[in-house]
């Protein structure tokens, strides 16, 4: 569960830098200040090889894009994609676990755990 969350939790993050970028372009006192932001936003390299008129062509563009939401919104996708963390993680972790929940004996469940889980202990 606890893996879900924190796929969520980094979705909000990125959602919410997203939001604050976009914010920060529409509300620049100037052209300049808003091809900064863009500039930060992108990667380093593609920001070096942009030319001002196509930071222009940018700003621009995001003027025109309908306000943003007031705070990160998880979509369907993205509660689907939480849930399937979280099963991933539940069915890589119950072949190493079931022997011990099944098996009362500690002996007998720590063999099957072992070659169930591909670590077989050298022989000496």
């Known amino acids: 569960m606890i893996d879900a969350f924190l796929y969520w939790l980094a979705f909000f993050h990125v959602q919410g ?4 970028a976009l914010r920060a372009v529409r509300e620049a006192k100037s052209p300049l200040e808003a091809h900064r932001v863009i500039a930060d936003v992108l990667p380093p390299v593609l920001a070096a090889v942009t030319t001002p008129a196509e930071f222009e062509e940018y700003r621009r563009r995001l003027q025109q894009l309908p306000e943003p939401s007031q705070h990160p919104r998880l979509t ?34 720590s063999f099957i755990h072992a070659n169930v889980s591909g670590f077989i202990k050298p022989k000496r």
């Open 76 to 109: 369907r996708d993205e509660w689907l994609a939480g849930v399937g963390v979280f099963l991933l993680v539940v069915a890589s972790t119950l072949p190493a676990v079931l022997p011990f929940v099944l098996v009362h004996d500690l002996v007998t469940s």
């Open 17 to 20: 830098q997203k939001i604050k």
